[in-house]
Nanobody
Framework: VQLQASGGGLVQPGGSLRLSCAAS????????MGWSRQAPGNQRELVAS???????NYADSVSGRFTISRDNAKKTVYLQMNSLKPEDTSVYYC?????????WGQGTQVTVSS
């Protein structure tokens, strides 16, 4: 499985960004799709995840501001980020899981600054 993330960039506080992550390869057994982030000097943290059933989980720090969704036909997971704060600045990584292992994308930088 290969993952290609896009959509990062520079945005002012209060602004919005939409991240996308497209999966290719042997994607038939993917159940879990998620987004994590890692800022310099910090551990990677889970931001949001979504199962094929539609079950969704959010980190407390983004709940109410971020929305995760997926398009199974397009094998793509999205992260709509609204009301962005400077503390959301990080490299965002998408990941997917099959019954056998987890796969990670290359990361996309999100910078929230005025």
């Amino acid at each position: 499985v290969q993952l290609q993330a896009s959509g990062g960039g520079l945005v002012q506080p209060g602004g919005s960004l939409r991240l996308s992550c497209a999966a290719s390869g042997s994607t038939g057994s993917i159940n879990y799709m998620g987004w994590s982030r890692q800022a310099p000097g910090n551990q990677r943290e889970l931001v949001a995840s979504i199962l094929k059933s539609g079950l969704i989980n959010y980190a407390d720090s983004v709940s109410g501001r971020f929305t995760i969704s997926r398009d199974n036909a397009k094998k793509t997971v999205y992260l709509q980020m609204n009301s962005l704060k400077p503390e959301d600045t990080s490299v965002y990584y998408c990941s997917v899981r099959t019954p056998y292992r987890e796969y990670w994308g290359q990361g996309t930088q999100v910078t929230v600054s005025s």
